[in-house]
């Protein structure tokens, strides 16, 4: 089994800055895919940053040029650096991993609280 664990969520005002941290832990061998997705109210989750399978990032439309995503594979670890934040980024930002633990599986974080204020 394997866990995801996100922090770094709070509240900000428009146009600052945020980093988001997701670190993978227990007993993993290796890891697919990795990145973030978030849900905003009476929204779907959608796609923000991923580490694809093959090791290309995919931005989602919406924050290309702001939002970065970047990792320290050492520590199984996935950040993500929000720039120029808008009222419209508010939504629970949550960790998504595909992790071979003997078998490959889906792995999502709890979620992590992101707000903009205007």
């Known amino acids: 089994q394997a866990q995801l664990r996100e922090s770094g969520g709070g509240l900000v005002q428009a146009g600052g800055s945020l980093r988001l941290s997701c670190a993978a832990s227990?007993?993993?061998?290796?890891?697919?895919?990795m990145g973030w997705y978030r849900q905003a109210p009476g929204k779907q989750r959608e796609l923000v940053a991923v580490?694809?399978?093959?090791?290309?990032?995919v931005y989602g439309d919406s924050v290309k040029g702001r939002f970065t995503i970047s990792r320290d594979n050492a520590k199984n670890t996935v950040y993500l650096q929000m720039n120029s934040l808008k009222p419209e980024d508010t939504a629970v930002y949550y960790c998504?991993?595909?992790?071979?633990?003997?078998?490959?599986?889906?792995?999502w974080g709890q979620g992590t609280q992101v707000t903009v204020s205007s």
């Open positions: 998504n991993a595909q992790i071979f633990t003997g078998q490959m599986r889906d792995y």
């Open positions: 227990g007993i993993i061998y290796s890891i697919n895919a």
């Open positions: 580490f694809s399978s093959g090791g290309s990032i």
